[in-house]
């Protein structure tokens, strides 16, 4: 088993930055893939970022891409995900999760994965 904790969410201005932190616990297994995907009201889960423990290969969103990025301290215990030039529709709830199945990476850019923290708000408005 795998135990997720976020942390870093609130309430930022447009332009503003934030750092979230996902406190990784393993137990009885290790993970293909960690990172995050967010869900905003009435929208699908959308994935934001993701590590292939594979290669340390990360993946974006298009999104995101060149404002946000994604990071593992070397024990592989946290994992950040570091969001500038925030925009209000970046606002949505924002989850860690890890893929334990060894499923294509785009799965999980669709926001398909086995392991979810509790998910931390992040909320962009002036």
Same mark, same amino acid.
């Given at each position: 088993? #795998?135990? &997720?904790?976020?942390?870093?969410?609130?309430?930022?201005?447009?332009? %503003?930055? #934030?750092? &979230?932190?996902?406190? /990784? @616990?393993?137990?009885?297994?290790?993970?293909?893939?960690?990172?995050?995907?967010?869900?905003?009201?009435?929208?699908?889960?959308? %994935? /934001?970022?993701?590590? /292939?423990?594979?290669?340390?290969?990360?993946?974006?969103?298009?999104?995101?891409?060149?404002?946000?990025?994604?990071?593992?301290?070397?024990?592989?215990?946290? /994992?950040? #995900?570091? *969001? =500038? @030039?925030?925009?209000?529709?970046?606002?949505? =709830?924002?989850?860690?999760?890890?893929?334990? @199945?060894?499923?294509?990476?785009?799965?999980? *850019?669709? %926001?398909?994965?086995?392991?979810?923290?509790?998910?931390?708000?992040?909320?962009?408005?002036?």
């Amino acid at each position: 088993q #795998l135990q &997720l904790v976020e942390s870093g969410g609130g309430l930022v201005q447009p332009g %503003g930055s #934030l750092r &979230l932190s996902c406190a /990784v @616990s393993r137990f009885t297994s290790d993970y293909y893939a960690i990172g995050w995907i967010r869900q905003a009201p009435g929208k699908e889960r959308e %994935g /934001v970022s993701v590590i /292939v423990s594979a290669d340390d290969s990360t993946y974006y969103a298009d999104s995101v891409k060149g404002r946000f990025t994604i990071s593992q301290d070397n024990a592989k215990t946290t /994992v950040y #995900l570091q *969001m =500038n @030039s925030l925009k209000p529709e970046d606002t949505a =709830n924002y989850y860690c999760a890890a893929d334990l @199945s060894g499923r294509p990476t785009i799965a999980f *850019m669709r %926001g398909v994965s086995d392991t979810w923290g509790q998910g931390t708000q992040v909320t962009v408005s002036s």
